[in-house]
């Protein structure tokens, strides 16, 4: 390539642009008119405070009535707050216990798994939870 051909490429290809930026000067992105990331964050996170009620799957339903567990209504609404509370702080799957009786809650799913009562819980191990809460 000889310098013609470079000055060519150069005056056709090549658009300068802006100066380098100074150091310590930050980015200065402009405005768009989609909604910014924190109005997202923000709007997301206040949704998901208005949860939906916990549901109890159909083998928690036969292993609270199986052991004679039962839960007022006053129990459940503890229930859902603590699951509220649970899944602002990134819980998946808890481990909820409630006086004598212990459950374990899908946090994701807001469903209640399994019920165990006092006699069942001495000598058990449960699995596959990342968290516990005490109501």
């Known amino acids: 390539m000889d310098s013609n051909d470079i000055n060519r490429v150069q005056s056709s290809a090549i658009i300068p642009g802006p100066g380098p930026r100074p150091v310590g000067q930050p980015v200065q992105i402009p405005p768009t008119s989609s909604e910014s990331f924190r109005s997202a964050l923000e709007r997301a996170s206040s949704s998901s405070s208005t ?4 549901k109890f799957s ?3 339903i036969a292993r609270l009535q199986s052991r ?3 839960l007022s209504n006053d129990d459940v609404a503890k229930m859902n707050a603590m699951a509220d509370k649970a899944a602002a702080k990134g819980a998946k799957n808890s481990l909820f216990i409630m006086r004598d009786t212990a459950m374990v809650v899908s946090i994701k799913n807001r ?6 009562d006092a006699e ?3 000598e058990n191990v449960f699995t596959n939870i990342d968290s516990a809460a005490i109501i």
Request: hydrophobic share 45%.
């Open 68 to 70: 004679n567990i039962s």
């Open 111 to 116: 469903t209640v798994i399994t019920a165990v």
């Open 58 to 60: 159909a083998h928690a």
């Open 120 to 122: 069942s819980m001495k």
């Open 51 to 54: 949860s939906e009620p916990l």
